[in-house]
Nanobody, 115 residues
Framework: QVQLVESGGGLVQPGGSLRLSCAAS????????VGWYRQAPGKQRELVAT???????NYAASVKGRFTISRDSAENTVSLLMNSLKPEDTAVYYC?????????WGQGTQVTVSS
């Protein structure tokens, strides 16, 4: 089993920054891929950013250049630094991990971008 616990969400003004963090119950490099998805009200869950075991990253077009994903093997965490936030970034952000043949999700953390 894998547990993922997110932290760092909150309310921020447009143009501001937030860092999300996800603590994993297993060594971060044991996962084929880890990352972040988000779900806004009335919309489907969508990929934000992922990073693989071999450091290949993938970003949604809407966040490329503004968000940066990283991982810390010593702390077993994966982080998402979000800069130049926009109101359309408002959503619940979920940590994700692919381990063997299964997908695991955190409980989600709310990010609200509003003035």
């Amino acid at each position: 089993q894998v547990q993922l616990v997110e932290s760092g969400g909150g309310l921020v003004q447009p143009g501001g920054s937030l860092r999300l963090s996800c603590a994993a119950s297993r060594a971060i490099f044991s996962f084929v891929a880890v990352g972040w998805y988000r779900q806004a009200p009335g919309k489907q869950r969508e990929l934000v950013a992922t990073i693989t075991r071999v450091d290949s990253t993938n970003y949604a077009a809407s966040v490329k250049g503004r968000f940066t994903i990283s991982r810390d093997s010593a702390e077993n965490t994966v982080s998402l630094l979000m800069n130049s936030l926009k109101p359309e970034d408002t959503a619940v952000y979920y940590c994700y991990a692919h381990y063997f043949v299964s997908d695991y999700w955190g409980q989600g953390t709310q990010v609200t971008v509003s003035s």
